[in-house]
C-alpha cells in the first residue's frame, strides 16, 4: 500500500490491485482509525473517522481529485504535498 501523502497524523494510502474492489477510494489513517474515503465526494465511505480529521481528508481529496483518479486507474503512485 503506497502512501501517497502525509499531514495533521494522517496517512493517505492507496492499496493495490484497485480495480478489483471499485469504487475509486483512499484510505486514510491515524493512530486508531482506519477507513475508506471516495476519491469522487471525499466522503468516509464506511466505519468510523473523527470529524475534523474527514474534512482535511475532503479537502486533500477535492485538492487532488485529479492525481488520485490518474493513480487509481494507472496504479502508478506519486506522492502528493501535504496540507499546508
Excluded at 492499496?15 to 475508506?36: C, G, M, S, V, W
Amino acid at each position: 500500500m503506497p502512501t501517497i501523502s502525509h499531514f495533521y497524523g494522517i496517512i493517505i494510502v492507496m492499496y493495490l490491485r484497485n480495480k478489483e474492489h471499485n469504487p475509486p477510494h483512499i484510505h486514510a489513517i491515524t493512530q486508531d482509525f482506519d477507513a475508506p474515503f471516495s476519491i469522487a465526494t471525499g466522503e468516509l465511505m464506511e466505519g468510523e473517522f473523527p470529524l475534523k480529521a474527514q474534512g482535511l481528508v475532503k479537502e486533500f481529496i477535492m485538492l487532488y481529485q485529479k492525481e488520485l483518479l490518474e493513480m487509481w486507474e494507472t496504479e502508478t503512485y506519486v506522492k502528493l504535498p501535504p496540507l499546508k
